[in-house]
């Protein structure tokens, strides 16, 4: 069974890092681009970064750019969102997600398999 396990929440101050982790399991295939979404309460998901399969593109929302970064290590199975400079609005529930295509893209419909995610809380 393929599954998506997040970790690297928690709750940090304004101003403050954290390193978020999402490992897939069951899934020997890197061939597929990878993002990181987050709700806030009471709001939409939204798009937050995108990475395609080899690693070596990335996409990102113009509320995080310049402060988050997403990598990926295929032989880990693993991707990554490195958060820095966090602010108050960063809080949010985040979810990493794997897509149907090799290649970058923002829209959720295209990703087919989801994480349960990790809270983030920014205290300010």
């Known amino acids: 069974q393929v599954q998506l396990v997040e970790s690297g929440g928690g709750l940090v101050q304004a101003g403050g890092s954290l390193r978020l982790s999402c490992a897939a399991s069951?899934?020997?295939?890197?061939?597929?681009?990878m993002g990181w979404f987050r709700q806030a309460p009471g709001k939409e998901r939204e798009f937050v970064a995108t990475?395609?399969?080899?690693?070596?593109?990335?996409y990102y929302a113009d509320s995080v750019k310049g402060r988050f970064t997403i990598s990926r290590d295929n032989a880990k199975n693993t991707v990554y969102l490195q958060m820095n400079t966090l602010k108050p609005e960063d809080t949010a529930l985040y979810y990493c997600?794997?897509?149907?295509?090799?290649?970058?893209?923002?829209?959720?419909?295209?990703?087919?398999?989801w994480g349960q995610g990790t809270q983030v809380t920014v205290s300010s």
């Open positions: 069951g899934r020997t295939s890197s061939n597929y681009g």
């Open positions: 997600a794997a897509s149907s295509t090799s290649a970058l893209t923002t829209l959720s419909s295209l990703y087919t398999l």
């Open positions: 990475i395609n399969w080899s690693g070596d593109s990335r």
